[in-house]
Structure formats: structure tokens, C-alpha cells
């Protein structure tokens, strides 16, 4: 018999506190504590993705996620919540499956998604983009990166590059990206470089 139910969006899931505690801290937390939720019948869960919460749901319940069959912004969606509501497994397999699919054309989109989610998947994905920089660019992944991330990147001195005249074009295809919010950034992002070794026809 369920005994607690949980209101996400527009559904309701009907859930038993035991399972939800056995597999997650938050759950846990929530129901041994002293917060308010700990004797509801009903939890309202705001701001989060009623179909996410759902595919957590049924992981928590024992079913196999096939991850390969997934968008990755399903993926990505599904590990924050791993990540909020403290599912070590998920998010370990989250995790592996994120280094495994890690190639020159996403690397850069997962990284800024990493930066705010996950700092130990944060790391091994930029080191990725510092030993593939060439291939990035010639991708264009690179304008997926956050200019917080680009920064960091074009000053890390172990960056697999021939010149610094790929630097230079990894800016432009990041401005380029998306002209009209971040040409202002272009002074910024030029103080980065070490202009005495671009080459004049770059």
C-alpha cells in the first residue's frame, strides 16, 4: 500500500517512503527529520520536469534505464535530479555514460552543463577538451562553452595547441556563435592572449 504521494507538475506519483528513503538521501532525509514534509500525505515538488521525475521514479522502483536510447538533455536532466535528490547509483551510471559518449562535437556542450551540475565530471571533461583543443575547433563545439569555461580554457597552460593563433580562432567561432550578446566580450577575452606570438595574417 503506498503511502505518500508526490505532486510534480501536473502528475501524481504514488510512492511508498521506504523505497524512496532506501534509495535516496533527500528522501531520506526528508522523512526522518524534522521537516515539515515528514508526516504529509502529499509532497508538492516545484520546478522540476514532471517526464524527468517520472524516468527517476521508475529507476528508484527498480527499472532499467537504457540510457543509449535517450536524448542526452534527457540524460542530463535525469542526473541534476540523481544529483538533487542524492541517488549515488544513477548518478554514478549517469556519470560513466557521460565519459563514454565524450567526443570532440559535445564535449564542450556537456562541459558548461557539468560547471553547474557535477565538479567531478566537470574536470574530466575539460581535461578531454585540453588534450582534443584542435579538434574542438574544428567542430565548433566550442561555441557551446560558457565564457567563464572559454577563459579558463584559453589560459590553461597545457593546452594542446600548435600556436596561438588557434586561440585566436576558437574566440571567433565563440563571438561568431552568438554575435549580437558577445561581440561586447571581445576586449575581455583579448587580454587572454599573448598577441606577441599571433602571426599578422591572423
Same mark, same amino acid.
Given at each position: 500500500?503506498?503511502?505518500?504521494?508526490?505532486?510534480?507538475?501536473?502528475?501524481?506519483?504514488?510512492?511508498?517512503?521506504?523505497?524512496?528513503?532506501?534509495?535516496?538521501?533527500?528522501?531520506?532525509?526528508?522523512?526522518?527529520?524534522?521537516?515539515?514534509?515528514?508526516?504529509?500525505?502529499?509532497?508538492?515538488?516545484?520546478?522540476?520536469?514532471?517526464?524527468?521525475a517520472?524516468?527517476?521514479?521508475?529507476?528508484?522502483?527498480?527499472?532499467?534505464l537504457?540510457?543509449?536510447?535517450?536524448?542526452?538533455?534527457?540524460?542530463q536532466?535525469?542526473?541534476?535530479?540523481?544529483?538533487?535528490?542524492?541517488?549515488?547509483?544513477?548518478?554514478?551510471?549517469?556519470?560513466?555514460?557521460?565519459?563514454?559518449?565524450?567526443?570532440?562535437? #559535445?564535449?564542450?556542450?556537456?562541459?558548461?552543463?557539468? $560547471? @553547474?551540475?557535477?565538479?567531478?565530471?566537470? =574536470?574530466? +571533461? /575539460?581535461?578531454?577538451?585540453?588534450?582534443?583543443?584542435?579538434?574542438?575547433?574544428?567542430?565548433?563545439?566550442l561555441?557551446?562553452?560558457?565564457? #567563464?569555461?572559454?577563459?579558463?580554457?584559453?589560459?590553461? $597552460? @597545457?593546452?594542446?595547441?600548435?600556436?596561438? =593563433?588557434? +586561440? /585566436?580562432?576558437?574566440?571567433?567561432?565563440?563571438?561568431?556563435?552568438?554575435?549580437?550578446?558577445?561581440?561586447?566580450?571581445?576586449?575581455?577575452?583579448?587580454?587572454?592572449?599573448?598577441?606577441?606570438?599571433?602571426?599578422?595574417?591572423?
Amino acid at each position: 500500500i503506498t503511502d505518500i504521494k508526490l505532486i510534480i507538475g501536473d502528475r501524481s506519483f504514488l510512492c511508498h517512503r521506504v523505497i524512496l528513503a532506501a534509495h535516496s538521501e533527500y528522501f531520506r532525509t526528508m522523512f526522518t527529520s524534522d521537516f515539515k514534509e515528514k508526516d504529509k500525505a502529499e509532497i508538492n515538488l516545484i520546478e522540476i520536469d514532471c517526464s524527468i521525475a517520472s524516468i527517476v521514479i521508475k529507476y528508484i522502483y527498480g527499472y532499467v534505464l537504457k540510457l543509449t536510447l535517450m536524448k542526452l538533455s534527457q540524460v542530463q536532466a535525469v542526473y541534476a535530479l540523481a544529483l538533487q535528490w542524492a541517488i549515488k547509483e544513477l548518478q554514478e551510471q549517469c556519470h560513466c555514460y557521460f565519459i563514454t559518449i565524450l567526443n570532440a562535437r #559535445n564535449c564542450c556542450q556537456l562541459a558548461t552543463f557539468a $560547471d @553547474y551540475h557535477a565538479p567531478d565530471l566537470h =574536470d574530466e +571533461i /575539460l581535461a578531454y577538451i585540453t588534450d582534443n583543443f584542435f579538434r574542438c575547433i574544428k567542430t565548433k563545439s566550442l561555441q557551446d562553452l560558457s565564457y #567563464n569555461l572559454l577563459v579558463k580554457l584559453i589560459q590553461c $597552460d @597545457y593546452l594542446n595547441i600548435i600556436n596561438e =593563433d588557434q +586561440i /585566436l580562432e576558437s574566440l571567433n567561432i565563440w563571438i561568431d556563435s552568438d554575435t549580437s550578446s558577445r561581440k561586447k566580450l571581445i576586449v575581455s577575452l583579448l587580454c587572454h592572449l599573448r598577441l606577441a606570438y599571433i602571426s599578422p595574417e591572423s
